[in-house]
């Protein structure tokens, strides 16, 4: 079955990096647009980065950009978020999610929290 699995997240001091990674299964992972989004409690699922299926082209919110990188390695079915620079706000469950364009087919992984803190 189709299976999104995080991991990475942890506890980190401002200023500090993670990377998190997500590894697939059940689906052919070269074919999807892949992205990561984060949410806090009360607040809306957000977009923080996205990577096109073969990797040629990625997108990041503003609140991110220049700190957080996202790739692929399509033959290891995984997308990672690397995450410099860390900062309070940056605080949330980071979740996986992937898109096959045209079509109606939308897979999320269980989330991986993520904690800046001193």
């Known amino acids: 079955q189709v299976q999104l699995v995080e991991s990475g997240g942890g506890l980190v001091q401002p200023g500090g990096s993670l990377r998190l990674s997500c590894a697939a299964s059940?689906?052919?992972?070269?074919?999807?647009?892949m992205r990561w989004y984060r949410q806090t409690p009360g607040k809306e699922r957000e977009l923080v980065a996205q990577?096109?299926?073969?990797?040629?082209?990625?997108n990041y919110a503003d609140s991110v950009k220049g700190r957080f990188t996202i790739s692929r390695d399509n033959a290891k079915n995984t997308v990672y978020l690397q995450m410099n620079s860390l900062k309070p706000e940056d605080t949330a469950v980071y979740y996986c999610?992937?898109?096959?364009?045209?079509?109606?087919?939308?897979?999320w992984g269980k989330g991986t929290l993520v904690t800046v803190s001193s």
């Open positions: 990577i096109s299926s073969a990797g040629q082209n990625v």
């Open positions: 059940g689906f052919t992972f070269s074919r999807y647009v």
């Open positions: 999610n992937a898109e096959r364009p045209l079509f109606a087919t939308n897979y």
